[in-house]
Each structure stands twice: as structure tokens, then as C-alpha cells.
């Protein structure tokens, strides 16, 4: 029995990559499943792809880091479903341009705008659902760089996830009685498109040895399916090679 039957899912960040994957992922387990994003055509194909299996999918495009995106979805979520049980918060990116020696104004904008304005947008638009049901899951897309500083992520990247992280363990401390859980998932290096914007370019030996988007996609549809009292706060997940823990010890033996 699929387990999400008759529930409602928001997934931000769904044209491709954790998103995408969390969207099939949710939808075969019975979820009716709202696709977000920048790009319509690429939600239109994972849309295509869920109804081919049989399953719901309406898709909502839209710069989430603009502050009247999500109300407007959210509403458009109500119009069509009267609830939101599952708000998936994925969206996120990172420039190339990413170290101090680098950063400009424009970029740090653009990182915290996508990282961490559209996921605060995003939950402040569908708590007001989920509060008036008594029940909601909202699981946060943040990072290994969520909890790690490393010149890797770059500091304005590292800042918002950091910033993530704490806003999923407030939500948990105000909404615990109105039914609400929230879940924060910081993965190590996952082998999306976001990994094309590295300032060095990653081999496509390193991509294979990585976490796929399937794999945190099943652990978003684990934490989707727990039970009402079972809250999930936080998950570290990180690929078994992991390159930061090698190269480390490869400093550490020379």
C-alpha cells in the first residue's frame, strides 16, 4: 500500500537533481506531488515522467527567492488541494565566484537568496496549512557545509546552510505543538547539476563515487513516511569515499 496516499507534496528545486528525484520518489509512494522551480520546461519533463507512472503532479514555477513567489504557490496549493502535508525545501545554488578573494555583492545575494530567503519563504507560506490541520513534514535540503566550514562551499554558501540548519531545530522548538516536524538533511557531495558551477571541474570518476540524487531522494520519501510522533531532526549523509576525509588523510600520512 503506498504509504503517501492522498497527501499533498510542495518540492522546490524539482527540474533536476535531489528535487527531481524527491518528487518521483514522493509521487510512487502515492503523494500528489507540486513541482517549484525556475525553469518550467524542466519541471514539465519530471511532471510528464510522474503522470506516465501513473501518479499526480502539478507544476508551479517561479524564483522562490523573490518574497511573493511561495504565497502565491502556496495559494494556488490551496485552491487545488485544501491542505499541504509535505513541503520538500530543495532549492539552492552556488557561483563559481566563491571565495572572499572573489565573492561580490551580487553573487552573495544570489547565493543567500536561493539558499536561504526562498526556504524561509517557503515554510512561512505553508505553515498556515499545515498548522490548521495539526500535521505537516518539512524536510530542508541544507548541506555538509550546513555544519562543516570548508573552502570548498565557499563562505556565503556555508553561511546560509548553516542558517538552515538552525531554522529547521526553530521550527521544531515553536511548531512541536501544532503537529509540525521539521527535518534538516545535510549531504556531503552529491553528484547534481550544481557541481557543473565548481570552480575546479570534478571528473566524472569522482561524480560516480559520490551520493546520487536518488539516494538522498529516498531518504527525503523515509523521513516523509514516518509516523506523526516520530520527529527526524537532523541527518548527516555523505558518500563512503568521502573526498574531504582522504584528502585529510592523505595530508596527514605525507
Not at 499533498?8 to 527540474?15: D, F, P
Not at 490541520?133 to 546560509?160: C, E, M, N, W
Request: positive net charge; hydrophobic residues 50%.
Amino acid at each position: 500500500m503506498s504509504q503517501l496516499a492522498g497527501k499533498i507534496a510542495w518540492i522546490t528545486g524539482a527540474g533536476s537533481g535531489i528535487g527531481e528525484a524527491a518528487a518521483v520518489a514522493l509521487a510512487r509512494e502515492g503523494a500528489a506531488v507540486v513541482l517549484t522551480g525556475r525553469r518550467r520546461e524542466a519541471l514539465e519533463k519530471v511532471a510528464a515522467v510522474i503522470k506516465a507512472a501513473g501518479g499526480r503532479a502539478l507544476v508551479e514555477p517561479g524564483d522562490l527567492a523573490l518574497a511573493d513567489t511561495a504565497p502565491r504557490i502556496a495559494a494556488s496549493i490551496a485552491k487545488h488541494f485544501g491542505r499541504l502535508d509535505i513541503l520538500v525545501n530543495n532549492a539552492g545554488l552556488n557561483v563559481a565566484r566563491r571565495a572572499w578573494a572573489e565573492l561580490t555583492a551580487a553573487g552573495a545575494d544570489e547565493v543567500m537568496g536561493a539558499n536561504l530567503h526562498a526556504a524561509f519563504y517557503c515554510v512561512i507560506a505553508a505553515l498556515p496549512m499545515m498548522r490548521a490541520q495539526k500535521d505537516g513534514v518539512l524536510i530542508h535540503t541544507a548541506s555538509f557545509a550546513g555544519r562543516f566550514v570548508s573552502p570548498l562551499s565557499g563562505p556565503a554558501y556555508s553561511a546560509a546552510k548553516h542558517a538552515v540548519v538552525a531554522m529547521s531545530h526553530s521550527l521544531n522548538l515553536e511548531e512541536c505543538v501544532n503537529g509540525i516536524r521539521s527535518t534538516v538533511i545535510c549531504p556531503g557531495e552529491v553528484a547534481t547539476p550544481i557541481l557543473d558551477r565548481r570552480p575546479v571541474p570534478v571528473s566524472a570518476e569522482d561524480r560516480a563515487r559520490m551520493l546520487q540524487a536518488e539516494d538522498c531522494a529516498d531518504l527525503i520519501r523515509y523521513v516523509a513516511t514516518l509516523p506523526p510522533h516520530v520527529c527526524l531532526n537532523e541527518v548527516l549523509i555523505t558518500p563512503t569515499w568521502n573526498r574531504g576525509y582522504v584528502a585529510a588523510r592523505a595530508r596527514a600520512v605525507s
